[in-house]
């Protein structure tokens, strides 16, 4: 059975728009995570490296970018988490508009459900129905051989 | 079936807020002064080992939805089994009624003097 089925181009479009997010997204979150790291690497002093007031301005500065590019690449890591989130919910839809097979194991559980319960209602309702033909047979025997009659 | 893929993308949802929890911890634990490098490698183990599930878990949906989507509406309908079910039901409640009118008419009639 040739599992390539011919989609239409919103679907196909749909499922390969859904591919790109995820990939886009795990590679911000793999990027992002590895930049803040890199960025909170502290160099190792030296002998040699001895701060002037300038040296020490230049490192203030240096430390103070780090800080702010940190904070951005910390955001755009919770950014790609959520882009991720919303891609979730996305599938979710989509798997429950589109998911045939499972749609219909659930039609027919539901349809094998509500048919045995009519079933067991008629079936008691036919019993029923036999036992008070019974016992009405005894009443009208009981009541036409009676001098109320 | 649907069932367990919906649970399955739900667990991916906890796996991205662990994602960004171990992220959260370990700059965290970068920032102290020393560091616990037990603590770092367990949540860098656990940061990784969730990317890869969820990037493999969800590359997995997308695939089985390319499978079986056909990009038409569903047209099925439990609506002929309801609406028979639904019926029956009435029949059993038109029966009781009838059944507590026959009661109440053969109770005996308490006569005072």
Known sequence: MANQRVLP???????????????????SILDNFTEIIKTAKIEEETQVARATQAEQDHYEMHVRAANIREFVLADQLVRAGESLMKLVSDLKQFLILNDFPSVNDAISLQNQQLRSL??????????????????????????YSSRYK | MANERLRALEDVEKEIATI??????????????????????????????????????LSGQIRYLTQV???????????????????ALNRAEYAKV????????????????
């Open chain 2, 20 to 57: 960004l929890q171990c992220a959260g911890n370990i700059v965290l634990e970068l920032s102290k002064d020393k560091h616990n490098a037990s603590l770092l490698d367990r949540q860098l183990v656990q940061f990784q080992g969730s990317v890869n599930r969820v990037e493999s878990e």
């Open chain 1, 118 to 143: 009519q079933e067991e209602c008629d079936k008691k309702l036919t019993s029923l129905r036999d036992e008070i033909a019974i016992d009405l047979y005894e009443l009208e025997e009981e009541y």
């Open chain 2, 98 to 113: 009838k059944l507590g009118e026959l009661g109440r008419t053969c109770e005996p009639v308490t006569i005072f003097y």
């Open chain 1, 9 to 27: 181009q919103s679907k196909e479009s749909l499922l390969q728009n859904y591919n790109k997010r995820l990939k886009d997204d795990i590679r």
């Open chain 2, 69 to 87: 989507a056909t990009g038409q509406p569903h047209e099925g309908s439990t609506y002929s089994a309801r609406k028979d079910c639904q019926m």
